[in-house]
C-alpha cells in the first residue's frame, strides 16, 4: 500500500473495580500496540493512529467480513466507532460487542479519517473477501 493514511483513533475501556488496570491496558495493547492508556475517572484512554496491529488480528483470525459490516454499519461521514469484547482483548482476540454491553463493559473504539477517506482506510484495515480471501485493488 502506498497511500498515506491519516487517522485519530480514541480508545475507551472501562476499569471497574473488579479488574486491575494493567491488565485492561494490556488488553486494549493487545488490540492496539502502539496504545499507551492512561488512566482517567474509572476510564483507560489512549489515542492512536493506525490500526495496523488490529488489522493484522483480523487477517490472522479471518474475520475480514465481519470487521468490514460492522465498520460500515457504524460510518457516519468520516468516522467510523465499534466495540470489542475486553475479555477476549485479554486473550489478544477480537471479538466484536454487539448487542447490550458486557458486565465489564466494552473496549470502544472511536476512528476518525482525515486523509483519504474512510471508506478507503476501511478497505485498507479490514479488505473485502473473496471465498474467504482478501481482495486488494493493486497488485499484491
Request: avoid cysteine; charge should be negative; proline fraction near 6%.
Amino acid at each position: 500500500m502506498s497511500a498515506v493514511y491519516s487517522v485519530d483513533i480514541r480508545i475507551e475501556a472501562p476499569v471497574n473495580d473488579t479488574e486491575v488496570t494493567d491488565r485492561v491496558a494490556d488488553a486494549v495493547r493487545n488490540l492496539f500496540p502502539e496504545a499507551d492508556p492512561t488512566h482517567q475517572q474509572g476510564v483507560l484512554v489512549a489515542e492512536v493512529h493506525t490500526m495496523d496491529g488490529f488489522s493484522e488480528l483480523l487477517h490472522r483470525r479471518e474475520i475480514l467480513d465481519t470487521a468490514r459490516s460492522v465498520f460500515f454499519d457504524n460510518l457516519e461521514g468520516d468516522t467510523f466507532a465499534f466495540d470489542v469484547k475486553k475479555q477476549a482483548a485479554f486473550e489478544g482476540r477480537i471479538n466484536f460487542a454487539v448487542g447490550d454491553p458486557s458486565e465489564l463493559g466494552d473496549i470502544h473504539v472511536n476512528v476518525t479519517v482525515n486523509e483519504p477517506t474512510a471508506e478507503e482506510y476501511i478497505d485498507y484495515v479490514a479488505p473485502p473477501t473473496e471465498d474467504g480471501q482478501p481482495v486488494y485493488d493493486d497488485d499484491t
